[in-house]
Each structure stands twice: as C-alpha cells, then as structure tokens.
C-alpha cells in the first residue's frame, strides 16, 4: 500500500522517476514497516536475556491465571529481591510460545527440563489454585530430579486477600 501511495504521489507531484527508485523504495519501506512491527518483541527478548545474566536466583512461575499474575506483579515490584522471574510455565499447555509480562510460556509438564537448560531455573513457584494434585505431585518429582526448591504459595493466595507479599511468606 505505501509503494503505491509513494509511486502515485510521486506522478502527480514530482514526475516519473527511474524504475529503480521504486524498486529500492518498495523494498526499504518493506523492512522498515518489518522492523516498527518487529521491534517491540526483539527488545522484550533481549530484556528477558539481559534478566538472565543478572546474579538473582532464576524462578520459574507454574501457571498462567490470577493467582500467577499476583505473583509476577510482586516479584517484579519488589527491587530488594534476588529473585528473578525468567519463564512461565503452562502444565496444560494452552499458552505456549506466549509471554506474559515479557516473560516466555514454555508449556507441559516436560517443559521444566528445558527450563532448567535454556533460562537456568533454581527455583519454581507453584501459583495455580486449579492445578490438579497428581500434576503438582508430577512437578514436585520432576524439580527434586533436577534438584530444583519448590515453592507452593496457590493455596495462601487463594485464601488471602491483599496486604501480604511473598517476602513476609
């Protein structure tokens, strides 16, 4: 649509220019509408990168409802912390390949292993009030295989309203 736009303004107003200077001119709105579009996700990438190098301890938060969005909001919002939320983890896989917060969905149960490897996870928060046992149970398993702490705060979050942060836990 902007090569069009540029080639008939530029008929009407200036005058027929070289093939060339559509050519080039096409091909450079290309890439830069590419990089307006692309822009935003290549520096969420790079700030998650850049969390990951930090010397905090990696967390991983299992879960994507209500409950996980309180606990990324806390760690995020606490600075005295040194833990860092580097990836989320969806045991149904439904969100996989999304972010929340900028923070990547890795998805299934098997996910923890490649979570472990790419994000360097030392720690995983269960934040999942609706996650079945035997997946809880699973994700214990799985973390004391890879020698990983599990911390379960769904059940306090269920039951406490507002006032509490994970630091007074």
Known sequence: ITFIIQMLGTLLFVGRMPLTY???GAIIQFLLILLSRFSMRIFKDERTI?????????????????????????????????WQPVCVLD?????????????????????????VKTYGVRMAI???TLMPYDVRKDIRQRCSELDIDVQDYSGFYQTV????DLKNL
Do not use: C
């Open 126 to 128: 269960i934040a999942d």
């Open 22 to 24: 559509y050519a080039l």
């Open 50 to 82: 850049f969390s990951q190098k930090n010397t905090g301890i990696n967390i991983m938060v299992v879960g994507v409802g209500q409950t996980a969005n309180m606990v990324l909001n806390q760690l995020k919002g606490d600075d005295n912390t040194i």
């Open 91 to 115: 045991y149904k896989n439904e969100h996989t390949g999304r972010t929340i917060d900028g923070l990547p969905i890795i998805g299934g149960v098997e996910g923890i292993n490649e979570a």
């Open 161 to 164: 309203v507002t006032g509490v």
